[in-house]
């Protein structure tokens, strides 16, 4: 697996959730993906980006483009210094919210995304990451 450009912004805003959905929306517009996994992709990335800032403290949004065998992929991480989650089962439920949501957030991005991977610690914090897969064009 080759990855050919990464980059990173911090997450301290509310304009950094923004400026987060723009760069994906970009980039993976730029990259061939289609107008569904962009606006897949886009929905993950301001569930995630919308967590560091309101559960985080302060964070990040790395990704990196990759290309294998024909296939276009990107992998996104949101990284964060916030209070960590107790209960990783409890938030992966449909209708958990500790913010008085619909609590479809996590779990939705489950379902939007090819891959996801979530660590988090209590006292230290949360790394989330999502790959999405697209054919080459």
Same mark, same amino acid.
């Given at each position: 697996?080759?990855?050919?450009?990464?980059?990173? #912004?911090?997450?301290?805003t509310e304009n950094d959730v923004v400026?987060?959905?723009?760069?994906?929306?970009?980039?993976?517009?730029?990259?061939?993906?289609?107008?569904?996994?962009?606006?897949?992709?886009?929905?993950?990335?301001?569930?995630?980006?919308?967590?560091?800032?309101?559960?985080?403290?302060?964070?990040?949004?790395?990704?990196?483009?990759?290309?294998? #065998?024909?296939?276009?992929?990107?992998?996104?991480?949101?990284?964060?210094?916030?209070?960590?989650?107790?209960?990783?089962?409890?938030? *992966? #439920?449909?209708?958990? &919210?500790?913010?008085?949501? *619909?609590? *479809?957030?996590?779990?939705?991005?489950?379902? #939007?995304?090819?891959?996801?991977?979530?660590? &988090?610690?209590?006292?230290?914090?949360?790394?989330? &990451?999502?790959?999405?897969?697209?054919?080459?064009?």
């Open positions: 697996m080759v990855s050919d450009a990464d980059g990173e #912004l911090a997450i301290l400026a987060c959905r723009k760069v994906i929306r970009d980039l993976t517009t730029q990259m061939g993906f289609g107008v569904t996994d962009v606006t897949r992709i886009v929905t993950a990335v301001s569930e995630l980006a919308r967590n560091v800032f309101v559960h985080g403290i302060k964070g990040y949004m790395r990704w990196k483009r990759y290309q294998q #065998l024909g296939k276009i992929g990107i992998e996104i991480i949101f990284d964060d210094e916030g209070p960590g989650i107790a209960n990783l089962d409890q938030v *992966m #439920l449909p209708g958990f &919210s500790t913010a008085g949501s *619909m609590g *479809m957030g996590l779990p939705g991005v489950t379902r #939007l995304m090819d891959e996801f991977k979530i660590d &988090s610690r209590v006292g230290i914090g949360t790394k989330v &990451s999502i790959m999405k897969w697209a054919r080459s064009k």
